[in-house]
């Protein structure tokens, strides 16, 4: 069993940067794939970053490529995502998601086996 506990989020104007993290509480956190996710109302869930157990690979939709940056510390159990340059479609709630079944990224929601509870992330225009 795993506990993802994020932190980070709350409300920031457009153009300005939050940061958010993710401390998980398995002892084999860098074995495994780490992604954070949003949500929007009436929108499906999305991946918004996603990084392999070790911290060298990363993947990044269109959407935020540029402007996000995941990185992990397996020392902490802790997943990180920065994001500057916010925009109002950036507004959701954001979830740490843990692959466990894989070191490597996938970006499909339903192969992530745990997430966190969530955080707001809302952008004012």
């Known amino acids: 069993q795993v506990q993802l506990v994020e932190s980070g989020g709350g409300l920031v104007q457009a153009g300005g940067s939050l940061r958010l993290s993710c401390v998980a509480s398995a002892r084999t956190f860098s074995r495994y794939a780490m992604a954070w996710f949003r949500q929007a109302p009436g929108k499906e869930r999305e991946i918004v970053a996603g990084?392999?157990?070790?911290?060298?690979?990363?993947y990044y939709p269109d959407s935020v490529k540029g402007r996000f940056t995941i990185s992990r510390d397996n020392a902490k159990n802790t997943v990180y995502l920065q994001m500057n340059s916010l925009k109002p479609e950036d507004t959701a709630v954001y979830y740490c998601?843990?692959?466990?079944?894989?070191?490597?990224?996938?970006?499909?929601?339903?192969?992530?086996?745990?997430w966190g509870q969530g955080t707001q992330v809302t952008v004012s225009s």
């Open positions: 998601a843990a692959d466990t079944a894989r070191s490597t990224i996938t970006t499909m929601p339903e192969d992530y086996e745990y």
């Open positions: 990084v392999n157990w070790s911290g060298w690979n990363t």
